[in-house]
């Protein structure tokens, strides 16, 4: 088998509850046609985070997801300084962007329980389908 629409190459992520930079130690993504696995391993060392209600996410996906629909689920590999084996991640169909939901409860994860929870390092993996 032969695979000719396949690439490999960094994207740059971003965040909603920085208001500054945070450091990014590695983010990369593997596409194989409309299949695309982006890898990410992030750092807020400081705590200038933005500590309000709005949804935290992170965004920055190299390709949109595709639209209609298709939300897709990802992996926490690690997340230092912060207990949140009780949230899901989630990707938003037909944008760029993933976010935090908590399995209890039902509703997203805020900017401010980011926050409070004193998040530090987080790795993450989401395979997602594009329609770019």
Same mark, same amino acid.
């Given at each position: 088998?032969?695979?000719?629409?396949?690439?490999?190459?960094?994207?740059?992520?971003?965040?909603?509850?920085?208001?500054?930079?945070?450091?990014?130690?590695?983010?990369?993504?593997?596409?194989?046609?409309?299949?695309?696995?982006?890898?990410?391993?992030?750092?807020?060392?400081?705590?200038?985070?933005?500590?309000?209600?709005?949804?935290?996410?992170?965004?920055?996906?190299? !390709?949109?997801?595709? #639209?209609?629909?298709?939300?897709?689920?990802? &992996?926490?590999?690690? $997340?230092? /300084?912060?207990? *949140?084996?009780?949230?899901?991640?989630?990707?938003?169909?037909?944008?760029?962007?993933?976010? !935090?939901?908590?399995? #209890?409860?039902?509703?997203?994860?805020?900017? &401010?329980?980011?926050? $409070?929870? /004193?998040?530090? *390092?987080?790795?993450?993996?989401?395979?997602?389908?594009?329609?770019?």
């Amino acid at each position: 088998m032969c695979i000719r629409d396949s690439s490999t190459a960094r994207w740059t992520p971003n965040c909603t509850t920085r208001s500054g930079a945070f450091t990014v130690y590695s983010a990369r993504y593997t596409r194989v046609g409309q299949t695309v696995t982006v890898h990410g391993y992030f750092d807020w060392q400081s705590n200038n985070q933005n500590n309000n209600g709005d949804q935290f996410f992170l965004g920055g996906l190299p !390709f949109d997801l595709a #639209a209609g629909g298709h939300y897709t689920a990802g &992996a926490v590999g690690y $997340s230092g /300084g912060i207990d *949140i084996s009780d949230w899901y991640l989630v990707a938003l169909p037909n944008n760029d962007k993933f976010y !935090f939901t908590k399995r #209890a409860v039902a509703a997203n994860v805020t900017n &401010a329980e980011m926050h $409070s929870k /004193g998040l530090r *390092i987080l790795v993450v993996s989401i395979t997602y389908i594009t329609d770019a």
